[in-house]
């Protein structure tokens, strides 16, 4: 029987894991021609995640490299550790809505600090949610960082 992209990407994901004696049972599918992992909190949460979830993009990009190196047609990897990066994006979402109203009401450009794509996609998405401010990317590298402007 072949191999699957999802089975791939779980047993090279659980055998990383198994190398530092961390046995966790890792949930997995495939959505949106991407292999989504998951794995609940347990009391390896923290260190697999790291500060800022530094971690948890590493431990991503070693299994989106993994992948890739495979001939599967799915090369796109998604992991979240104890719903980390959901906490975090609903956290973001919520201030970004915030700049946006504050941005709103002092009609003042706001520049936001440097992020990642994953976290700037999540800031236009939610102050473009409030009407009569615009969102947009300055920047290049690790300098890029969404700027929130009146219209």
């Known amino acids: ?9 779980k047993k090279h994901l659980q055998d990383m894991l ?3 004696g961390i046995n966790v049972d890792v949930e997995s599918h495939v959505e949106d021609e991407m292999v ?3 794995i609940p909190s347990t009391e390896h949460s923290g260190f697999l ?3 800022r979830g530094q971690t948890l993009r590493a431990w991503q990009h070693m299994l ?19 719903a980390y990066k959901q906490q975090r994006a609903d956290r973001l979402a919520e201030q970004a809505n915030d700049w946006a ?16 794509p994953v976290d700037r ?14 969102t947009e990317s300055a920047g290049r590298g690790r300098d890029r960082h969404v700027v929130i402007k009146p219209e």
Request: glycine content about 4%; hydrophobic content about 50%; aromatic content about 6%.
């Open 1 to 9: 029987m072949a191999t699957t992209a999802e089975d791939f990407t």
């Open 18 to 20: 198994a190398f530092f």
């Open 36 to 38: 989504k992992l998951s």
């Open 49 to 51: 995640i790291g500060e």
């Open 64 to 82: 989106r490299l993994a992948l890739h190196n495979q001939d599967f047609d799915i090369d796109r990897v998604s992991l979240d550790i104890a």
């Open 101 to 116: 109203l504050s941005v709103k009401a002092s009609g003042e450009v706001m520049a936001l600090e440097p992020m990642n």
């Open 121 to 134: 996609r999540t800031v236009h998405q939610a102050a473009n949610d409030v009407d009569g401010v615009a």
